[in-house]
């Protein structure tokens, strides 16, 4: 039986006063922690950088000096953003297959009227891969939260701006493969 898992993030997202955890995949918390890691060198060569710039004359019009503080801050800030993520991290296993729709499953819907088949991932959005050919839905947008809860077998009408749609939950499955691959 396969496991997966699915972190969970306390952030300060706040949904009437109260905070909300933030729920990723274990293959995009692996996305944002080798993430850091390339920020943490790439943090250690902009030091060097504006080291060697600033050694290089006059620091009032010291182009290079600029520049290399700057990438340096935003480096730093994205740094600072993903740290604070990390901090209050929670792994939560789930065993066996999905039985309804959640964060972390990708859920494969068949139009009844003309059997077209879409799948969505249901992540959160910091999870987006715009190269995946797998849609992502977030829990919180008009279709992640039409799909929380479904199980297979369920029908959903899903709003169009031309047209409703009648859907069928058809399988759910643990959004796992990229893991696979980070792993191999």
């Given amino acids: 039986m396969r496991q997966n898992l699915c972190l969970t993030l306390s952030l ?44 290089e004359g006059d620091l009032s019009e010291n182009a290079g000096l600029d520049a290399a503080k700057r990438s340096l801050g935003s480096v730093e800030a994205r740094i600072k953003q993903l740290e604070r993520q990390f901090m209050d991290a929670e792994i939560i296993e789930q065993d066996g297959e999905p039985e309804k729709v959640d964060v972390g499953v990708i859920v494969t819907l068949e139009d009844i009227d003309t059997s077209e088949i879409v799948r969505y991932r249901i992540a959160e959005s910091v999870e987006i891969n715009l190269s995946d050919p797998i849609k992502t839905a977030t829990p919180n947008s008009p279709l992640g939260s039409l799909l929380k809860g479904k199980r297979v077998g369920d029908e959903v009408l899903v709003s169009l701006k031309t047209k409703t749609q009648r859907m069928r939950v058809v399988d759910l499955s643990w959004d796992g493969f990229e893991l696979e691959q980070i792993t191999e």
């Fill in 12 to 55: 300060p997202i706040v949904a009437g006063g109260i905070s909300m955890p933030l729920k990723l995949t274990r293959s995009g918390y692996e996305r944002l922690r080798k993430e850091l890691e390339q920020l943490y060198q790439r943090r250690i060569q902009l030091i060097e950088e504006v080291r060697e710039t600033g050694a």
